[in-house]
C-alpha cells in the first residue's frame, strides 16, 4: 500500500526566509506527485506535479520541488516567502498500476508566515 | 475555479440523519473522486467512479454509498451520521480513471457539521 510521509507537521517563519517541507513516500512502481494548497477556509489547489521528466519542478506562486527517485522523496522549496503563504501543504502521490486512481495524501503541513 | 461544483457548500445536521452530497465533474471528466478530510484522518480517500461505475474503494465506511449517474454527476450518500462524520467532503475529478497524467481536480468541498 502507497504511504506519504510529511515530517514538519507546523512549520512557523517569517516574511522572506526560505521554506522546505519534506515529502516521502512508499510505492514501488512509477508514480505520479503532488503538492496541495490549502489556503485557510478554503479547498485544495494544486501548487505543482511531478509525472515524468526533469525531476525539478516548477510550479505556481514560486514554488518548486525536486523529485529524488534513490531517496523516494519530493520536497517542496521557496527561497522567499511571503505573508500570503500561511496555509497547510500536502504531499499526494498516485501509482497508476493501482486500482483506481486515488490520492494518498501526506499528514499535511500548517505553515504560518509573519509578517 | 477549478471547474468543479459541488453542492451545498455547508451543512449542519442531527446524529442519525441522512444527507446526500452532490458533485459535477469538470466538462469532460469521466471519473469522480471523493475524499474526507477530517481533524484526525487527515485527507483519506473513500470512493472513486468511472463512467458510471464504481472504480475503487477506499476507507469508506459501510454506512456511506456513492453513484454517478449518466450525466456524470456523482452524489455521496452519509447515513445514520454520528458525531464523527463532521469532516470536510470533497470531489474530484479526472479525464482517464487510471494511468499517467491523469490529474485530479478539486472541488470547493462541502463542510458537514453534525450535532
Known amino acids: 500500500a502507497q504511504s506519504v510521509s510529511q515530517h514538519n507537521h507546523h512549520v512557523i517563519l517569517s516574511e522572506a526566509a526560505s521554506l522546505e517541507l519534506g515529502c516521502n513516500y512508499s510505492?514501488?512502481?512509477?508514480?505520479?506527485l503532488f503538492w496541495y494548497v490549502q489556503y485557510p477556509g478554503q479547498h485544495l489547489q494544486l501548487l505543482l506535479k511531478y509525472f515524468s521528466g526533469d525531476p525539478l519542478v516548477k510550479g505556481i506562486k514560486g514554488f518548486e520541488a525536486e523529485f529524488i527517485k534513490s531517496k523516494f522523496s519530493f520536497n517542496l522549496r521557496k527561497p522567499s516567502v511571503q505573508w500570503s503563504d500561511t496555509a497547510e501543504y500536502f504531499c499526494a502521490v498516485n501509482g497508476p498500476q493501482a486500482a483506481g486512481n486515488k490520492l494518498t495524501f501526506g499528514g499535511g503541513t500548517r505553515v504560518l508566515v509573519k509578517p | 475555479d477549478s471547474g468543479v461544483t459541488q453542492t451545498p457548500k455547508h451543512l449542519i445536521t442531527a446524529t442519525g440523519q441522512r444527507v446526500t452530497l452532490r458533485c459535477s465533474p469538470r466538462s469532460g471528466d469521466l471519473s469522480v473522486y471523493w475524499y474526507q478530510q477530517s481533524l484526525d484522518q487527515g485527507l483519506q480517500f473513500l470512493i472513486q467512479y468511472y463512467n458510471g461505475e464504481e472504480r475503487a474503494k477506499g476507507n469508506i465506511l459501510e454506512r456511506f454509498s456513492a453513484q454517478q449517474f449518466p450525466d456524470l454527476h456523482s452524489e455521496l450518500n452519509l447515513s445514520s451520521l454520528e458525531l464523527g462524520d463532521s469532516a470536510l467532503y470533497f470531489c474530484?475529478?479526472?479525464?482517464?480513471?487510471?494511468?499517467?497524467?491523469?490529474?485530479?481536480?478539486f472541488g470547493p468541498g462541502t463542510r458537514l457539521t453534525v450535532l
Open positions: 510505492y514501488g512502481g512509477t508514480v505520479n
Open positions: 474530484a475529478s479526472s479525464v482517464q480513471d487510471r494511468g499517467l497524467y491523469n490529474e485530479q481536480f
